[in-house]
């Protein structure tokens, strides 16, 4: 099993869509997440952290369900400048001390007019 | 700020070639790492440093190495490269090995080893 597991996509939306990704992780003892976003051919960037208590952040929102080991975005209102791949990342701690970020594959997002 | 750079951007070898990758930062980012990026399989991490004079192995680092004399730079040095190392290379770095910093990534560099 992959550590951190995304639906590759690609997801087609028309704009103005609601859409909503999910990642699932295998190790219970990751103590952050995040959803990076990356552009075609260029490096990825951060969109957001993901929190306990699920946090917004305009037309984004992320999920955390530590009991399921999963995490979630929903885009609301799609843009055609929202189409991108989105990774999931998750870090833990490592036993002789550091942290391990372990990234997803990604979810491929195209909207379409 | 420039945040971080990478040199070249593009790159083609032939088998056996041996070549260094740049990687600088104006963050005064403690942590540094490099990463491959192939189709299918996320980022994976190759070699990575918590400070100047420290480094240590990720998941991949055969074929590999690194040195970290200054704060700023991070050069990956491909000793003798081979087909299975054409990839898209990430260099990042983030403040320190704190597992809230934000990871800060370079623009990447294609290499394509024939």
């Known amino acids: 099993r992959k550590e951190v597991e995304q639906d590759p996509g690609p997801f087609n939306v028309p704009e103005g869509a609601t859409v909503a990704f999910n990642c699932t992780y295998s190790?219970?003892?990751?103590?952050?997440f995040f959803w990076y976003r990356q552009d075609c051919r260029k490096e990825p960037k951060l969109l957001m952290s993901?929190?306990?208590s699920g946090n917004e952040d305009g037309r984004f929102t992320a999920q955390l369900n530590r009991a399921s080991q999963y995490i979630s975005l929903l885009i609301r209102d799609s843009k055609l400048s929202d189409s991108a791949t989105y990774l999931c990342?998750?870090?833990?701690?490592?036993?002789?001390?550091?942290?391990?970020?372990?990234f997803g594959t990604g979810t491929q997002l195209k909207v379409e007019l | 700020n420039a945040g971080v750079t990478q040199t070249p951007k593009f790159q083609v070898l032939k088998t056996g070639q041996s070549m260094t990758l740049q990687c600088a930062q104006d963050?005064?980012?403690?942590?540094m790492s490099w990463y491959r990026q192939d189709p299918g399989m996320g980022l994976r991490l190759i070699h990575y440093?918590?400070?100047?004079?420290?480094?240590d192995q990720g998941e991949v680092p055969n074929g590999y190495n690194v040195s970290r004399s200054t704060t700023e730079d991070f050069p990956l040095r491909l000793l003798s490269a081979a087909p299975s190392q054409t990839s898209v290379y990430f260099c990042?770095?983030?403040?320190?090995?704190?597992?809230?910093?934000?990871?800060?990534f370079g623009p990447g560099t294609r290499l394509t080893v024939l």
């Open positions: 440093s918590v400070g100047a004079g420290i480094t």
């Open positions: 190790n219970s003892a990751s103590q952050s």
């Open positions: 990342v998750v870090n833990w701690r490592l036993t002789g001390g550091g942290n391990k970020l372990t």
């Open positions: 990042a770095s983030r403040l320190r090995d704190f597992q809230g910093n934000e990871q800060f």
């Open positions: 963050m005064n980012h403690e942590y």
């Open positions: 993901v929190y306990s």
